[in-house]
C-alpha cells in the first residue's frame, strides 16, 4: 500500500470545493475558530438523533426522552466549546429548540426510514493525485444515515442550522459534494452500489422549529464526473498536486464567524 502524502477527515473534504484557502488554514495550517452556540446545539441534535436511530437499529429501546437526553448532556459538555455572545440565543432558548427538534425527529421522522447503519464507519480511500502525491480519506460517515429503500441503499444526511429549511423543503444546495463523497466512500467500504437517490434531512435551528427533506440525484456524478465533465476530484487533485488552494471571497461562509483565516485574508474583499 502506497504511504499517503496526507490523511484528511472524509467530513471535511467538502468544504473544499467551498473554500480551498479556508481548507487549507483549518487541515492543513491547523487553525482554529470557536463556533456560536447555534453550532453547538447542531452538535448536541445530531447526538440525540443518532442515539435514537442507533437505538432502533441495535433495538436497544432507546426512547424520545433518553434522545432529548443525550441532545441535552450534549449542549451542556464541558468539552463542547463556543463563544456565548455570539448568534444571539441564550442556552434556555437553545436548549427548549433542541428538545423540540429532536422530539419531533424521533416521533414523526426516524420512523420513516429503514435505517442500516448510522454514521458509519469506512474503509480509508486513497486518491492518487499525480507526481507521488497521495491523499487518503478516512473517517465515518458524519451524521448520515444509510437507508434501505425499495429502489435500494442510499444516503439520509441530517443537517441542521438556522437555514437548513426553506418554504417548507430541505436546502441540498452545496451538499451534493458531501453526499457523493459519502456515496463513494459506502460503495468503497461495503462493495455495494449506491441506488436510490440521496436525501438531505433539514432540521431548522433559527425561528420556528422545522423538519423538512430534499432529494439530491447525481452526487457521485458530481465528483467522479461523465465522459463530457470532469468531476470535482480530478479539481481537488490539481489543488493537492500543486499545492495551489484558491480562495472564494464569494462563499456564503465568508466571514469572521466561520473561518480563522478571515482576519488575515487579502481576499475577501474589504
Given at each position: 500500500?502506497?504511504?499517503?502524502?496526507?490523511?484528511?477527515?472524509?467530513?471535511?473534504?467538502?468544504?473544499?470545493?467551498?473554500?480551498?484557502?479556508?481548507?487549507?488554514?483549518?487541515?492543513?495550517?491547523?487553525?482554529?475558530?470557536?463556533?456560536?452556540?447555534?453550532?453547538?446545539?447542531?452538535?448536541?441534535?445530531?447526538?440525540?438523533?443518532?442515539?435514537?436511530?442507533?437505538?432502533?437499529?441495535?433495538?436497544?429501546?432507546?426512547?424520545?426522552?433518553?434522545?432529548?437526553?443525550?441532545?441535552?448532556?450534549?449542549?451542556?459538555?464541558?468539552?463542547?466549546?463556543?463563544?456565548?455572545?455570539?448568534?444571539?440565543?441564550?442556552?434556555?432558548?437553545?436548549?427548549?429548540?433542541?428538545?423540540?427538534?429532536?422530539?419531533?425527529?424521533?416521533?414523526?421522522?426516524?420512523?420513516?426510514?429503514?435505517?442500516?447503519?448510522?454514521?458509519?464507519?469506512?474503509?480509508?480511500?486513497?486518491?492518487?493525485?499525480?507526481?507521488?502525491?497521495?491523499?487518503?480519506?478516512?473517517?465515518?460517515?458524519?451524521?448520515?444515515?444509510?437507508?434501505?429503500?425499495?429502489?435500494?441503499?442510499?444516503?439520509?444526511?441530517?443537517?441542521?442550522?438556522?437555514?437548513?429549511?426553506?418554504?417548507?423543503?430541505?436546502v441540498t444546495k452545496g451538499h451534493a459534494a458531501q453526499i457523493g463523497t459519502y456515496e463513494l466512500l459506502y460503495e468503497h467500504t461495503t462493495g455495494q452500489q449506491i441506488t436510490s437517490e440521496a436525501e438531505i434531512i433539514g432540521l431548522k435551528t433559527k425561528g420556528k422549529a422545522e423538519i423538512a427533506t430534499g432529494v439530491i440525484g447525481n452526487a457521485k456524478q458530481i465528483m467522479v464526473g461523465d465522459e463530457n465533465n470532469k468531476g470535482l476530484i480530478e479539481f481537488a487533485?490539481?489543488?493537492?498536486?500543486?499545492?495551489?488552494?484558491?480562495?472564494?471571497?464569494?462563499?456564503?461562509?465568508?466571514?469572521?464567524?466561520?473561518?480563522?483565516?478571515?482576519?488575515?485574508?487579502?481576499?475577501?474583499?474589504?
Amino acid at each position: 500500500m502506497v504511504e499517503p502524502s496526507l490523511t484528511v477527515r472524509a467530513s471535511s473534504w467538502p468544504s473544499l470545493f467551498d473554500c480551498a484557502y479556508k481548507w487549507e488554514g483549518i487541515h492543513l495550517l491547523g487553525m482554529r475558530n470557536t463556533v456560536g452556540l447555534r453550532a453547538a446545539l447542531g452538535t448536541a441534535i445530531h447526538a440525540g438523533t443518532a442515539a435514537f436511530d442507533q437505538g432502533r437499529l441495535d433495538d436497544s429501546g432507546v426512547s424520545i426522552i433518553d434522545a432529548t437526553g443525550v441532545m441535552i448532556d450534549k449542549l451542556h459538555d464541558p468539552e463542547n466549546e463556543f463563544d456565548h455572545g455570539r448568534d444571539g440565543i441564550t442556552m434556555k432558548e437553545a436548549e427548549f429548540i433542541g428538545v423540540s427538534l429532536v422530539s419531533e425527529y424521533c416521533q414523526v421522522w426516524s420512523p420513516k426510514y429503514n435505517f442500516v447503519a448510522i454514521e458509519m464507519n469506512t474503509k480509508e480511500f486513497d486518491i492518487d493525485c499525480g507526481n507521488g502525491v497521495v491523499i487518503r480519506l478516512k473517517g465515518t460517515l458524519d451524521r448520515a444515515r444509510i437507508k434501505k429503500t425499495t429502489a435500494g441503499v442510499g444516503i439520509a444526511d441530517l443537517k441542521s442550522g438556522g437555514n437548513s429549511v426553506q418554504n417548507g423543503v430541505a436546502v441540498t444546495k452545496g451538499h451534493a459534494a458531501q453526499i457523493g463523497t459519502y456515496e463513494l466512500l459506502y460503495e468503497h467500504t461495503t462493495g455495494q452500489q449506491i441506488t436510490s437517490e440521496a436525501e438531505i434531512i433539514g432540521l431548522k435551528t433559527k425561528g420556528k422549529a422545522e423538519i423538512a427533506t430534499g432529494v439530491i440525484g447525481n452526487a457521485k456524478q458530481i465528483m467522479v464526473g461523465d465522459e463530457n465533465n470532469k468531476g470535482l476530484i480530478e479539481f481537488a487533485a490539481n489543488m493537492f498536486r500543486t499545492g495551489m488552494f484558491y480562495p472564494n471571497p464569494k462563499s456564503t461562509l465568508c466571514s469572521e464567524k466561520y473561518c480563522p483565516r478571515w482576519k488575515k485574508c487579502i481576499f475577501k474583499g474589504d
